[in-house]
């Protein structure tokens, strides 16, 4: 008879089954520490005295490096407003899963400000809730609100944050010794396009014979193809690496590894890269949301005409900003990434300007002609100028 | 004598049931017993997070509502895992099954747009959907059958090729190049989504989750198929011997599973995400595999074990934004769960109190 073997479990096994589990507990508390505690009573103590509930929605952790941890920040700076509380979930996968959690922070928590974050969560998943709670108001980041077509308790937020890669590129126009750059990219959509492009136009308006090496990795968070892209710029003598991926936490150390300069985007990587990083275009969600919050504390709505429904703007707007300057930037570079800073700050400084080849050689601006921040063809761009070496079919 | 071994073969069977109730409820303790450790070690008040665990997963209609949206899918995926194992397979390609039959499903609503009524439109997405997912699990029985490949690597593999497959479709020809959010397919027309359940915001997919698995159980426990693919689930050599048509059984059941896994992607599309894109693969098809397991890959008991899945993902909100534990603690307790009753599967028979004869 097989089954005869009395139950036996030995003392040393439940001993170390319960400290495993518990050290696992200690660890992911200490992991946690940078996001301090914004509501740890459960009861909830929610709306008296004119409190403003505001939700956030991540779509994956809030201390990736990061596009979470660049809203996650500026949620925090929200936070310090009088009259404002927040209520944060992260890792909302774009299913059915958003839809019940803005549900959840709307009838549980009494949230009447949502900013789900996440590119795809917008359509279906907005929208629908939207016509469904009218009250409501949904702030979602990316150029998607059309009016007339779009309910009315809806908007949209927005930075030119490629006026951030273009200093970048100064600065990394200055700092490469091989005149070749590297671009690790997850997809070729217009967003991700403007980016490469603008980092590249920076880095040649000081060093005319830059290129950038652009690899698409084909999503935006594949670890192990971006340590991958990272370490095959370095091979090809690459000396400066940027990226347009979720995360950029791998790129970086990868950078730092192989002792090649980096840039960040996103969120401030420079703990990642203590001795290559040399800046990156960062969002400035804290001032955004700071003067966000300030109008809802005084009343001010989508509904009632307050608050805007498109909201943009670049380095003058605070929308985005620059990391601080690593200690390998030289003199030379800060002072020319400074110039062209301080040009922009005051609208005297249009990136996209004729003459502009592509890098198949079509012309796409005439000598004269530009593209200011705001025109619609940069948010619709299907090319990388020249300079670039890469192709956006793949 | 003959009152006594009836009596035997009539407890039989009543200490087994108690058994395979009870196990899995002191594993589900033991779990709670572990994650309340972990909790504690968190800075949380172990007993308060269950409470709002329990809140947030049952507590009103409203959260009942949200657990049983989230556990629609997983029902249908976990066949997918659960219907192959009865024959001994261990298949665990639940997430490509999921995407090609969501992609099959789309083409065929959006080939069919509003030429035929909406009822037959979902058919014929439901029947795509189901062919595509069965047809791609039953590459893998097929290459287990006639080439000896281990199934559990090429449905595992078989993912990546469907997912990979889906890509490049929604990047290249099935691409809507008028949506930016990310490339995606074009919409499904209104008229051909799957509403609500009257009364509630619950989707129709939960209806075809639980009408399949009763369907399976039935299948399963109560035909000569099911009895054919338990047999040689039991013993293949015997079932040979006994002349039962194992390569036969192999494909029919794969595709079986595969076709639950694909009906899962069609409701996905069809009722959630009304596009094809990246989103349709979140995980669905591995918690599926997680929901089999802990239902010892009986259809009946799926249903219960895709609710408690289901609402245990949904306090994961609660979880963060009442108590302040990081977003991975409920993958933490999915795992400690997952741990607890696999483990437990191996004590079956070692109770003295369960067995026949003693006690």
């Not at chain 1, 469904?132 to 009016?147: K, N, T």
């Not at chain 1, 920076?202 to 014979?209: C, L």
């Not at chain 2, 079932?239 to 059941?253: D, F, M």
Request: glycine share 10%; with cysteine; aromatic share 8%.
């Amino acid at each position: 008879m097989p089954n005869h073997r009395p139950l036996r479990l030995s003392r040393r096994q439940i001993i170390r089954s319960i400290l495993a589990t518990t050290a696992f507990g200690a660890v992911t508390k200490l992991n946690t520490g940078c996001a301090p505690s914004s509501n740890s009573s459960d009861t909830s103590s929610a709306n008296g005295s004119g409190n403003v509930a505001v939700g956030f929605i991540y779509v994956g952790p809030k201390d990736d490096f990061g596009y979470n941890q660049a809203h996650a920040e500026g949620a925090q700076a929200m936070a310090t407003v009088p009259g404002v509380k927040i209520i944060e979930q992260a890792s909302v996968p774009e299913t059915a899963a958003v839809l019940e959690t803005m549900r959840s922070m709307i009838e549980i928590d009494g949230a009447t400000v949502l900013f789900p974050t996440s590119f795809g969560y917008f359509d279906p998943y907005i929208l629908e809730l939207a016509v469904e709670f009218p009250d409501v108001q949904f702030f979602h980041a990316g150029g998607l609100y059309q009016e007339e077509v779009h309910p009315d308790n809806v908007g949209s937020y927005f930075g030119y944050i490629d006026e951030a890669q273009y200093i970048a590129g100064i600065v990394a126009g200055h700092m490469s010794q091989t005149s070749k750059l590297g671009f690790v990219a997850a997809k070729p959509i217009p967003q991700v396009l403007r980016n490469i492009n603008s980092f590249t136009l920076g880095a040649k308006s000081v060093n005319p014979e830059i290129t950038t090496q652009v690899i698409f990795t084909g999503d935006w968070a594949l670890p192990v193809k971006e340590a991958e892209a990272t370490n095959s710029l370095a091979d090809q003598g690459i000396d400066v690496v940027t990226c347009h991926v979720d995360s950029p936490k791998v790129v970086m150390e990868t950078a730092e590894k192989r002792d090649v300069f980096s840039s960040g985007y996103h969120a401030n990587q420079a703990p990642l890269a203590p001795k290559g990083y040399l800046t990156g275009a960062e969002w400035d969600w804290a001032s955004t949301y700071t003067s966000l919050g300030k109008a809802f504390v005084q009343g001010k709505t989508l509904m009632n005409g307050g608050i805007d429904h498109v909201l943009r703007g670049g380095l003058a707007e605070k929308f985005c900003k620059l990391s601080p300057y690593g200690s390998a930037v030289n003199d030379a570079a800060k002072a020319d990434a400074e110039a062209a800073k301080a040009k922009l700050l005051k609208g005297g400084l249009v990136i996209y300007q004729g003459e502009l080849k592509d890098n198949k050689g079509n012309v796409i601006l005439a000598a004269g002609e530009k593209y200011e921040q705001q025109n619609l063809a940069l948010e619709s761009m299907d090319w990388l100028i020249e300079g670039v070496k890469g192709n956006i079919d793949g | 004598m003959l009152g006594l071994s009836q009596q035997a073969l009539l407890r039989l069977p009543w200490r087994r049931s108690l058994e395979s109730i009870a196990l899995p409820v002191i594993a589900l303790t033991a779990a709670l017993i572990i994650f309340g450790g972990f909790c504690a070690m968190a800075g949380a008040n172990p007993f308060q997070v269950y409470g709002s665990i329990y809140k947030a997963a049952f507590g009103r209609w409203s959260a009942w509502q949200h657990t049983l949206i989230l556990s629609a899918p997983l029902m249908l995926t976990a066949l997918c895992t659960a219907l192959p194992a009865r024959l001994g397979l261990v298949i665990i390609g639940n997430e490509g099954a999921l995407v090609m039959g969501g992609l099959a499903a789309m083409a065929t609503g959006l080939g069919l747009g509003i030429t035929l009524p909406p009822l037959m439109v979902q058919l014929a997405m439901a029947a795509a959907g189901m062919a595509a997912g069965g047809l791609w699990i039953m590459l893998a029985g097929a290459l287990r059958y006639y080439r000896g490949v281990n199934e559990t690597i090429s449905s595992l593999l078989l993912n990546y090729i469907a997912i990979a497959i889906m890509n490049h479709l929604v990047e290249g020809p099935m691409r809507d190049a008028s949506f930016v959010i990310k490339p995606s397919s074009a919409e499904l027309d209104p008229a051909n989504w799957l509403g609500a359940i009257p009364g509630s915001r619950i989707h129709f997919g939960l209806l075809y989750g639980l009408v399949v698995c009763l369907l399976a159980y039935v299948l399963i426990q109560r035909t000569p198929f099911g009895f054919a693919a338990r047999i040689v689930g039991g013993n293949i050599r015997a079932a040979r011997i006994a002349g039962l048509p194992v390569g036969k059984l192999t494909l029919a059941i794969c595709f079986l599973g595969g076709s639950a896994a694909g009906l899962a992607g069609m409701v996905e599309v069809a009722a959630v995400q009304k596009r094809i894109n990246q989103s349709l693969v979140s995980n669905y098809g591995y918690a599926g595999i997680l929901v089999a397991f802990v239902s010892r890959h009986n259809p009946l008991a799926t249903i219960l074990a895709a609710i408690l899945l289901g609402g245990i993902l949904a306090s994961g909100g609660i979880l963060q934004r009442s108590h302040n534990l990081p977003d991975a603690t409920v993958l933490v307790f999915q795992g400690i769960v997952f741990l607890c009753v696999l483990y437990s599967e191996s004590l079956y028979g070692k109770f003295p109190c369960f067995r026949e004869g003693e006690g």
